[in-house]
C-alpha cells in the first residue's frame, strides 16, 4: 500500500511537502547521501533496497566484449515498480529480481543515527523527494536523479 501514495491523479500541491519546506537544500542533500550510503552498503551484501518508486539492486547481466564474446558482470540497477510504470505509461525493460535476493526497505532509523537528523525527518525528506518525483513523472517534466 506504501506505493500507492505516488500514483498521483492530482499535482503535488506544497502542503503536501511540510518537511521538504523545512529544510534546506544541503539539509535535504545531506539526508539523501545517507540513504545512498545506506544502499549502496546493502548492495555490497547482495542485498536490494526498495524505496517506494522502485528497488536498487546490484543484477548479473552479460556484458559482449569484442569478438562475440559474453562476460557475466554485475551491475548496479534501479528498477521502476511496475504499478507506477503502468500508471505513468513508462517504458523501460522489464527487469526482475531474482528470488535468491533478498529485499529490504530502507533502514531510517539507522540513516538517522549516521546523518544526524531525527528519523521522522529523514523517512519524510524521503517520502516527500519521491512524491515530487512521482509529481514530475505525472507532468511528463525531465527529472534527473544523480546517486554517486
Not at 547521501?33 to 545506506?38: A, E, K, L, M, P
Not at 533502514?107 to 512524491?131: G, S, W
Amino acid at each position: 500500500a506504501k506505493m500507492q501514495k505516488y500514483l498521483l491523479y492530482n499535482a503535488v500541491e506544497p502542503e503536501e511537502l511540510p518537511t521538504l519546506r523545512e529544510l534546506s537544500t544541503m539539509e535535504i542533500c545531506k539526508v539523501w547521501s545517507g540513504v545512498s550510503r545506506y544502499i549502496y552498503r546493502q548492495l555490497l551484501q547482495k542485498t536490494a533496497v526498495e524505496i517506494g518508486i522502485g528497488t536498487f539492486a546490484v543484477l548479473p547481466v552479460h556484458a559482449s566484449v569484442g569478438e562475440g564474446k559474453v562476460l557475466p558482470v554485475e551491475r548496479p540497477m534501479f528498477i521502476l515498480s511496475k504499478p507506477l510504470k503502468m500508471f505513468y505509461n513508462l517504458e523501460s525493460d522489464e527487469t526482475k529480481i531474482p528470488d535468491e535476493i533478498p529485499v529490504v526497505q530502507p533502514d531510517f532509523e539507522e540513516i538517522a543515527a549516521e546523518t544526524h537528523f531525527r528519523h521522522e525527518i529523514v523517512e519524510h525528506c524521503v517520502q516527500e523527494t519521491l512524491l515530487c518525483f512521482a509529481g514530475a513523472l505525472r507532468d511528463n517534466k525531465e527529472v534527473e536523479f544523480s546517486f554517486r
